[in-house]
């Protein structure tokens, strides 16, 4: 089973920046994908970023493009997303998620979760 961790949520201003982590244990399969999504009150699931952690290859979703960049690191199996730039209706609550490739997470319903964290960016 594979088991994911979030951290590094919180407050912070508009303009700023936030850095998550998504922690991988437990089986990790040799070829993987991890994702983050988001969803704020009110509002529908978002597929924000993905990364092959084999090959990675990155997704971005529109929204998210020029501002957050997703990175790996192999030997913690960890996944970041770094968020700059921040916006008010970036507010959300985060979560990574597994699955075999970034295809499967994006368009389908990912097999792990993590337990989210939550975002605000509020001055």
């Known amino acids: 089973q594979l088991q994911l961790v979030e951290s590094g949520g919180g407050l912070v201003q508009p303009g700023g920046s936030l850095r998550l982590s998504c922690a991988a244990s437990g089986f990790t399969p040799d070829y993987y994908a991890i994702g983050w999504f988001r969803q704020a009150p009110g509002k529908e699931r978002e597929g924000v970023s993905c990364i092959g952690m084999s090959d990675g290859n990155t997704y971005y979703a529109d929204s998210v493009k020029g501002r957050f960049t997703i990175s790996r690191d192999n030997a913690k199996n960890t996944v970041y997303l770094q968020m700059n730039s921040l916006k008010p209706e970036d507010t959300a609550a985060y979560y990574c998620?597994?699955?075999?490739?970034?295809?499967?997470?994006?368009?389908?319903?990912?097999?792990?979760w993590g337990q989210g964290t939550q975002v605000t960016v509020s001055s």
């Open positions: 998620a597994a699955d075999r490739t970034c295809i499967d997470i994006i368009t389908t319903d990912p097999r792990y």
